[in-house]
Every structure is written in C-alpha cells, then in structure tokens.
C-alpha cells in the first residue's frame, strides 16, 4: 500500500472502503457501487473529476506499475466516468484505456496479486465490452472466481457471476447494449426497442 501515489490510494480507499473482509466490502459498498444516485454522482464529480479527466491525458500511467494502482486507474476509467458523466457519450469514453489495462493484469496474471473484490472490478471492463470475444472471456473468469472463492461468501460471487452471464447473452444476441443506443445516439432496431421494454434490460 505504501508504494501507491496517494491520489491512488483515495480512489481505492472511497471506492472499497477500509475493511478487508471481502463480503462485508460488497455489503457495505454495493449501494455506492450499483445504485443510482444524483448526489453521490455530484459528490464524486466535485471529488474525483479533475483526476479523471488527466487520468484520461495519460498523467497517471506510472500508477499501473503496481497491481492495486492499475486497479485504481481502471476504477477512474471503467466506474467512476459512469458517475461523473452519467447518461453522455462520456460516460463510456474511457472504456478502451480500462479494457487494455484490465488485459494488461490478466494476461499477466497480475490480477491474481489483487484481492477477490477487487478482481470483481479488474473483470468489469471486459463485461462492459461490446465484443462477444471479451464477454465469454468475462464469464470464464468470473465463474473461475466463484470456484475459488470459500463457500461461506461464495453467494456474492455467484451473483456477479450471474451478471457477467446476462452481459455476455445481451452481447450474444444483438452485438451491443441497446439501453446505450440513446445515449450514444444509435437507432434501436424494433427488436432492441421491444427488448428495452423488458425489466432489466439496462443495467
């Protein structure tokens, strides 16, 4: 931890807390994580936004020389744009630099050094693809991280797991994530359209 520039360090500490039980990590943070809230939106805005944006000019790459650091630029680049810049183009503009990084741990097996929630966050890039090819990768590793994690908090692995599996059958079916379209602004073939209808079709 010592090694980590301290701009890094706050990302990791807000984002994952302090504690080091990895179910009770989700517990507590899953609604920072997961919901969506305008003042939590605005509070890392006015917190973390400058930090993105010369994230995203490439000044912090010497952060990916450790592990926990490369997760920190992929949390700017893969979760915190999603807050900062909700529902704009922007939100999905750093998607590439976060995906190569997120390869860059995995096929070094650097990941492995990471604790098991934070490997949830190193995976979510290649869940947010638009690439079947990155999608199967995104469940192969998730369901390898419920195999091995021990049975007594497995549930909260299982269900990311679950998720990175409806991310993939989405991708599966119509090569992107309709609930983007708008946003992004593509025409929603009729199919998607009706498909958006359905509960949880966005996530």
Same mark, same amino acid.
């Given at each position: &931890?010592? /090694?980590?520039? #301290?701009?890094?360090?706050?990302?990791l500490?807000f984002?994952f807390?302090?504690?080091?039980?990895?179910?009770?990590i989700? %517990?507590? %943070?899953? @609604?920072?994580?997961?919901?969506?809230?305008?003042?939590?939106?605005?509070? &890392?805005r +006015?917190?973390? *936004?400058?930090l993105?944006d010369?994230?995203?000019a490439?000044?912090? @790459?010497?952060?990916?020389?450790?592990p926990?650091?490369g997760l920190?630029?992929? !949390?700017?680049?893969?979760q915190?744009?999603r /807050?900062i810049?909700r529902?704009?183009? %922007?939100?999905?503009?750093?998607?590439?630099q976060?995906?190569?990084l997120?390869l860059?741990?995995? /096929?070094?097996n650097?990941? +492995? @050094?990471? +604790?098991?929630?934070e490997?949830v966050?190193?995976y979510?890039?290649l869940?947010?693809?638009?690439?079947?090819? &990155?999608q /199967?990768?995104?469940?192969? !590793?998730?369901?390898?991280l419920v195999? =091995?994690? #021990? =049975?007594?908090?497995?549930?909260?692995?299982?269900g990311?797991?679950?998720?990175?599996v409806r991310?993939?059958?989405?991708?599966?079916?119509?090569?992107?994530? #309709?609930?983007?379209?708008?946003?992004?602004?593509?025409?929603?073939?009729?199919?998607?359209?009706?498909f958006?209808?359905?509960? *949880?079709?966005s996530?």
């Amino acid at each position: &931890m010592s /090694n980590l520039p #301290p701009a890094a360090k706050d990302v990791l500490d807000f984002w994952f807390g302090t504690g080091s039980d990895n179910s009770l990590i989700a %517990q507590t %943070q899953r @609604k920072l994580w997961w919901s969506k809230d305008a003042e939590v939106d605005a509070g &890392m805005r +006015r917190r973390f *936004g400058a930090l993105v944006d010369t994230a995203a000019a490439g000044s912090h @790459k010497d952060w990916a020389a450790t592990p926990r650091g490369g997760l920190a630029l992929i !949390l700017l680049f893969d979760q915190f744009t999603r /807050n900062i810049h909700r529902d704009t183009p %922007q939100a999905f503009a750093c998607d590439a630099q976060a995906l190569q990084l997120a390869l860059d741990l995995i /096929n070094t097996n650097v990941d +492995r @050094k990471l +604790r098991r929630i934070e490997r949830v966050f190193c995976y979510l890039p290649l869940e947010h693809s638009e690439s079947i090819d &990155m999608q /199967n990768r995104s469940v192969e !590793l998730f369901s390898a991280l419920v195999v =091995e994690t #021990p =049975e007594y908090e497995r549930d909260t692995f299982t269900g990311y797991a679950d998720y990175a599996v409806r991310h993939r059958d989405i991708i599966a079916r119509f090569g992107r994530f #309709p609930h983007r379209n708008r946003i992004l602004g593509r025409d929603s073939t009729p199919e998607e359209l009706e498909f958006l209808q359905q509960p *949880g079709s966005s996530f």
